[in-house]
C-alpha cells in the first residue's frame, strides 16, 4: 500500500502511445516512486493522475509526445491544474547508449521535468487555435494534391493525342481544371483517347471539388482568425494565412512563450552562435516551426 506524504512534491513523467501511456513518478529529490501503465482513454488519465497524487503533491508533469498521442492526456491535466511540460523525444545516439523501453522513456520524461531540462509549456489545445490547426492540416493536403492533380492533367495533356492536345492547349492553370473536367468520353474508338480522356476529366472533377473544399476551409480559417487576433490582421503584411501560422505555433496559451527571444526561438529566427577559437560568429538558425519560420520571413 503506498503511504501518502501530504508535504511530498511529485513530478511526472509519461511516454505517450496510441492505446496505453505508461507514467513515472519521483519524489523532491529525484528518487524514484514507481512507474505504471494507464489506458490512453478519460478513465486512463483520471488513473493516471490519481496514482500520482498518491505519492504526494504533484507539481508537474513531462509529457513525451505532448502534440500527438498525448495532446488529449494533455488537455486533461491542464483542466485539472496541472502544469504540463513538453518532453522532448531522446536522439538516436541517446537510445542507442542507454536502450529503448517504455518505462525507461517515462522515467527520462520525469527526470528532464525535475532537473529542468524541460522548460517549455506544453500547448493546451483547447481553444479557437487548435480549431484553426485542424483546418490548416485539411488546407494544407488539399492545396497540396490539387498541385499534384493540376500537374498531372499538364503531363496527360502533353502526352495525349492530338484531339485532346488541341482542346487543352493554350488554357491557363486557372481554368485548366474545369476545361478538364468539361472532357467527357465517347465509347468506341481509339482506346487510347478514351483511357486519356476519362483520366484528365476524372483530374479535373478532383481539382474543381478540391478548390471547392480550400473556398470551405479559407472562410472558416478566416472567421477563427479574426476572433481570436484582430489586432494581429491589422499588423502590416499579415494576412489570415500568415497570422493563423503564428496562432498555431504560439498556442492556446500563447504565455507560455516567455519573451521576445523565446519566440524567436520557437520560429527559427533566431542566431544561433557558431563561434570556435578566436573566431566569433553566428549562423541562421535551422531549427524551430519551419512554417513559423516562413511566415516570419525567415530564411529556410
Not at 35 to 49: D, I, M, N, Q, S
Request: a positive charge; proline letters at 3%.
Amino acid at each position: 500500500m503506498t503511504i501518502v506524504e501530504a508535504d511530498r512534491t511529485v513530478v511526472g513523467g509519461v511516454d505517450t502511445h496510441l492505446s496505453v501511456h505508461v507514467a513515472a513518478a519521483l519524489d523532491g529529490g529525484g528518487a524514484l516512486l514507481g512507474v505504471e501503465w494507464f489506458a490512453a482513454a478519460p478513465e486512463g488519465y483520471a488513473g493516471l493522475l490519481g496514482w500520482m497524487a498518491s505519492f504526494g503533491t504533484v507539481a508537474k508533469i513531462g509529457v513525451e509526445g505532448a502534440g500527438a498521442y498525448g495532446a488529449d492526456l494533455t488537455r486533461f491535466l491542464h483542466r485539472a491544474g496541472i502544469e504540463v511540460l513538453e518532453v522532448d523525444f531522446p536522439s538516436r545516439q541517446t537510445r542507442r547508449k542507454r536502450g529503448k523501453s517504455d518505462p525507461t522513456d517515462a522515467v527520462e520524461a520525469a527526470r528532464a521535468a525535475h532537473s529542468g531540462k524541460a522548460q517549455a509549456l506544453a500547448k493546451t489545445r483547447d481553444g479557437q487555435v487548435e480549431a484553426i490547426r485542424a483546418l490548416l492540416v485539411a488546407k494544407r493536403s488539399a492545396r497540396q494534391a490539387r498541385i499534384k492533380a493540376l500537374n498531372q492533367i499538364r503531363q496527360l495533356a502533353y502526352t495525349a493525342p492530338d484531339v485532346i492536345r488541341q482542346r487543352l492547349k493554350g488554357i491557363s492553370s486557372d481554368t485548366l481544371a474545369a476545361a478538364a473536367a468539361r472532357l467527357r468520353p465517347r465509347s468506341g474508338g481509339d482506346p487510347v483517347v478514351l483511357a486519356t480522356t476519362v483520366s484528365i476529366g476524372l483530374l479535373g472533377r478532383r481539382v474543381v471539388a478540391l478548390e471547392a473544399e480550400l473556398d470551405r476551409i479559407e472562410a472558416l480559417v478566416g472567421k477563427l482568425v479574426v476572433a481570436t487576433a484582430p489586432g494581429l490582421l491589422a499588423v502590416y503584411g499579415v494576412g489570415v494565412d500568415t497570422a493563423a501560422v503564428l496562432l498555431v505555433t504560439a498556442g492556446d496559451n500563447p504565455e507560455r512563450v516567455r519573451s521576445e527571444a523565446a519566440w524567436a526561438h520557437l520560429c527559427g529566427v533566431s542566431p544561433i552562435e557558431a563561434s570556435s577559437g578566436k573566431v566569433v560568429r553566428h549562423r541562421l538558425n535551422r531549427g524551430g516551426n519551419r512554417q513559423a519560420n516562413s511566415a516570419c520571413g525567415g530564411s529556410s
